[in-house]
């Protein structure tokens, strides 16, 4: 039978829009948006603000192509057309992270065209193997705390931080925890239903989202595992798991995914942040203890050892890899990475996606044929 | 045309000889157990020069590719590896040379080094992190995030960036096993310094009217700032360009072309395999182009008593990497000072840090200075994204409101 508050989070992660205007409305609180990846949600938090990370839409692009130019990734302008489009009095600011040229020159169109009254950038380091980018994180972290007291008018104190930090810390292990059953057995939780958990996480109030999933864990935790499913496993890798329908398709086709290195999955839920000592920079230390991201430079090629350890350490079958549109970075990644997975002999896919996916039926047949050559049918 | 002065090669032939020594000194690098660093056109080079690493600009390289129409053929080798064609037209060349080894000079030599600065793009990173894993060799991302207009922020970008100076500098010690030596790097410094205000001061020659010069010649002539900053061939090179220039043109009123009418503002990269063209069909309209914030990336204002800040400053503040507002201020400030009549926007498909903003750009230009904009897409390298056709009617038609609004 299916579970009360696995639909619920569903639904707020397939529209979250009503929900987070039913939420304002109740407590007043102003949301702040934020597109991808790794701003902060504590500090928005602590300041008495909703953080809602905004992720795109499978809507039609209409305004967006005017602003940017079509080779611009897909979640860039999906993001884009979001705000210009669907929801245009749902945010009351915004904070954008930059980490390469879209997103720098997305940071400046959004700030021009989009009218609010909070706009901040949040300049990422684009390499975390040298010391000095800690340094310039915690500035700049510090730079956006400062921001957030300016707008809410009022400090955010060390114990607002520190309990935001624990309250975010439960949510994330939960959800790992979450992971970990859904590792054993598929049939605990399907793919889809697991990663919108991680996505309401995203939109919902964190407090509600943290009750709802210490309800669900005994839930699931009481459904031992069968041992009847017998699929495959799967490393899914990217940046974003879009369009949805590609988590709907792993699970008709009986495909358990067991790791990922998406932002919309482990990135968001990996690493807890220390509670010791002083939380701004204890948040800027779990940052530099995330997984690689395309993006952001770190020495060697960490991005294909992750996966490969990824695939050894859950025993997955090979890696289905969600290539966004036009997302430059993981353009150059891709041939050597695929070469590379072929060394290891690890079966990889590239499944080419965008926001505005409509072949929904080919992406299963494709799908499906990957793991048929796995199971060498 | 005057004779040049006896004793002075004129500096034509001066770019030719600098150009061989620069790469026959980089062919030689490693049989002399010199060390070779690819590195970006906008980065902080006076550190390689002052440490004897012989940088090497594989953007240079593709420039030469492309302008001998090399890249179609070099891309498709890559294609065919899984790279796609909405990649930097740069980074296809150069990824499909060291895929074939054809090179209009012979090659370049490996690196021991690579150097990043994000300044300038992002698309360095990720081209430089493949060659880097070719190479095994190392890859610095000299990061300069962007250059709000914020004090706060700049001051703490500023930090950082120094911070990153040092580390570089602890990285090249590594590499070369030898300390670095401040002093010389004052003295390179004051050598990029010279030659960097002899540069914008060639630029700035297309203020006059007629112009002496428009973009083309800065687009030749850019090499060596490119190349050579930090040297004191640079110096003499540019000094002997302005004086060649003043001599033989302002001096005369000779311009670029004989009935100036319109002074074109260029946006973007050049179309390099077209530029030639471009420039003969625009001069059939009595329109040159004079200008671009691109050709302007490297009129560096060095300040040599605090070398470090002062590197640290220059190349953070490039104009692809400050805001929207600040690089149309200074597309603005070009307008005003070369007095342009017309601006031609290209949508580089190849470069994404450029273009990205461009429609916002263009809103800013119009509203601030009334000027209609020829705006086109193409690619700056792939002949396969360009289209003779379209680019002349839009010419046509431009020019035809341009006459019609009496610029
Ligand atoms: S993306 Fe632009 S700035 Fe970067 S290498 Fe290519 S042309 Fe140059």
Redesign the pocket.
Known sequence: MENRIVRELSDIANNPYEMARRQRAASGQKIIGSTLADVPEELIHAAGLLPFTILGTNRPIRRASALLPDNACSLSRSDLELVLTYETDLFDGFVLPQVDDTTQHLSDIWRRKIPTSFFECYLIPRQVDRPSARQWLLDETNRLKASLEKFTDRKISNDELHKSIVLYNDNRRLLRKIYDLKRQDGDIIGNRAFFELIKSSMFLPEETHTRELRHLLPQLEKKAPSGANKGLRFVVAGIVWEPPAVMTILDELKINVVGDDLCTGTRHIANDVSTDGDPVAALVERHFKKGPFSPIHNRGNRIQENLVDLVRRYGADGILYLHLKFFESQDYDLPDLKQGMGEEGIPMYVLDTEYQTTHLAQVKTRVQAFAESIRGE | MNESTPGKPRVKELMKKLTQDYYGDAARAHNEDRFVAYT??VSPVELFVAHDVIPIYP?NHSVMCITKRMTTRLSTAIEKKGYTTHL????RSDLGYRELGESPIGGLPDPDFLLACNA??F??TK?FEVLSRRYGAPLFVFDTPQYIRNKKARRNIIRYVEAEIYELITALENLTGKKFDYDRLREVLIYSRDACRLYKEFLDLAAHKPSPVNIFDALIHMAIIVYLRGTPQAVQYYQGLVDEIRREKVAQGIGVIPNERFRLYWEN?PVWFKFREHANLLASYGAVILTSLYVHSWSYDFDVSDPIRTLAENYTSVF?NVELEERAERALDLFQRYDLNGNIMFL?R?????TFGEHELREILTQRTGIPVLLFESD?GDPRFYSEVQVKTRLEAYFETLERLNV
């Open positions: 970006t056109a953007e930097c037209a740069y980074a300038q793009c698309t360095l081209w990269l692809s580089n190849s470069c994404k840090a450029v700056m």
